[in-house]
C-alpha cells in the first residue's frame, strides 16, 4: 500500500489523498482512460449506459435482469461518485490534517469501493 509510510508517519490526510490517487491511477489503467479522473471518470467508467469505443465500462458481474445486480451496479455508480467527491477532492484541496480515526474510516471507504471494483468486469464496444 502506497499510502502505509505515511500513515506510519502521522500523516492521515495525505495517506487518504495517496490511496485515492492510486485508486483513481489503477481504474484509468484497467479501463485504457487517461483523458478523465476522478468524479468524470467515475460517471464514465460506472455508466449503465453501453460501452462506446474507446470508453470500456466497468459492470459488477451478472445477469442485466437481476435486481440484485442493477442495485450493485447503480450503487458502486453513485458510491464511486461520492468518494471521489467528498474523500478524494477534500484530501487533495487542503491541507489540513484529518483525525486518525477520520482518515482511518475514509481509507476503509476507499478499501471497500477497490474490492467492489476488482469484482467488475471489463466490458467493451
Not at 453501453?50 to 442485466?64: C, F, S, T, Y
Not at 477532492?89 to 480515526?101: G, K, V, W
Amino acid at each position: 500500500n502506497t499510502a502505509a509510510p505515511l500513515w506510519e508517519d502521522g500523516h492521515y490526510r495525505a495517506a487518504v489523498q495517496k490511496a485515492a490517487t492510486q485508486l483513481n491511477a489503477e481504474i484509468q489503467t484497467r479501463v485504457s482512460r487517461y483523458d478523465v479522473s476522478d468524479v468524470e471518470l467515475m460517471q464514465q467508467t460506472f455508466s449503465p449506459n453501453a460501452p462506446v469505443e474507446g470508453k470500456p465500462r466497468l459492470w459488477w458481474p451478472g445477469v442485466d435482469s437481476d435486481l440484485t445486480v442493477k442495485a450493485m451496479r447503480g450503487g458502486i455508480l453513485n458510491f464511486a461518485q461520492g468518494v471521489f467527491s467528498a474523500i478524494r477532492n477534500p484530501a487533495t484541496h487542503t491541507t489540513d490534517e484529518l483525525p486518525r480515526q477520520q482518515a482511518l474510516e475514509q481509507l476503509a471507504t476507499l478499501s471497500t469501493l477497490a474490492r467492489w471494483i476488482d469484482q467488475c468486469e471489463l466490458v467493451e464496444a
